[in-house]
C-alpha cells in the first residue's frame, strides 16, 4: 500500500500517508500501525509484560470500527515516538513539516480537549482529519 518498486529496487513513500489512512480501504494497515505502536509502548513503560490495558487494547482493535481505529492511531501517535517516525519514514520528505505542525497540534490541542471535554471519537476523528488538512 505505501510502497512501490521502481527499476532501481529502491521503496518509494507515499505522499499525504495520514490521509490515506483515513480510507476504510486501510484498517488492516492502520492495525499494523497500532499493534507496533502498542507493542513499543509495552517494551519502552513495562518492561515488555504485557498488561491488562495493553491486552484489552489488543482485542479490541480487532473488532473496533474505522472510526475507532483511527482514534486509536491518532492517540498512539500523540505518545508513541516509534509510531512518529514510522509516519515520517512512510511519507515523504516534502511533508515532514506539514506532519510535525500535525503531531504539535495533537499534542498542545487535540488529544487534551478530547480528554478533558464531552467530545465523541467521531468528532475527535474529524478533528484530527481537518487540522492535518489545514497543517
Given at each position: 500500500?505505501?510502497?512501490?518498486?521502481?527499476?532501481?529496487?529502491?521503496?518509494?513513500?507515499?505522499?499525504?500517508?495520514?490521509s490515506k489512512l483515513e480510507s476504510?480501504?486501510?484498517?488492516?494497515?492502520?492495525?499494523?500501525?497500532?499493534?507496533?505502536?502498542?507493542?513499543?509502548?509495552?517494551?519502552?513503560?513495562?518492561?515488555?509484560?504485557?498488561?491488562?490495558?495493553?491486552?484489552?487494547?489488543?482485542?479490541?482493535?480487532?473488532?473496533?470500527?474505522?472510526?475507532?481505529?483511527?482514534?486509536?492511531?491518532?492517540?498512539?501517535?500523540?505518545?508513541?515516538?516509534?509510531?512518529?517516525?514510522?509516519?515520517?519514514?512512510?511519507?515523504?520528505?516534502?511533508?515532514?513539516?506539514?506532519?510535525?505542525?500535525?503531531?504539535?497540534?495533537?499534542?498542545?490541542?487535540?488529544?487534551?480537549?478530547?480528554?478533558?471535554?464531552?467530545?465523541?471519537?467521531?468528532?475527535?476523528?474529524?478533528?484530527?482529519?481537518?487540522?492535518?488538512?489545514?497543517?
Open positions: 500500500m505505501t510502497c512501490t518498486q521502481n527499476s532501481g529496487d529502491t521503496c518509494q513513500n507515499t505522499k499525504d500517508l495520514i476504510p480501504l486501510n484498517s488492516d494497515y492502520i492495525k499494523i500501525l497500532i499493534h507496533k505502536a502498542s507493542r513499543s509502548l509495552q517494551r519502552e513503560f513495562f518492561d515488555d509484560s504485557l498488561t491488562p490495558e495493553l491486552a484489552q487494547l489488543h482485542s479490541r482493535i480487532e473488532r473496533a470500527t474505522h472510526c475507532e481505529l483511527l482514534a486509536v492511531f491518532f492517540l498512539l501517535l500523540n505518545v508513541d515516538q516509534g509510531l512518529k517516525q514510522a509516519v515520517y519514514d512512510l511519507d515523504v520528505p516534502d511533508n515532514h513539516a506539514k506532519i510535525t505542525r500535525f503531531i504539535m497540534d495533537l499534542r498542545q490541542q487535540l488529544v487534551t480537549t478530547f480528554f478533558c471535554s464531552s467530545q465523541t471519537v467521531t468528532e475527535f476523528v474529524q478533528e484530527c482529519s481537518d487540522t492535518y488538512c489545514i497543517s
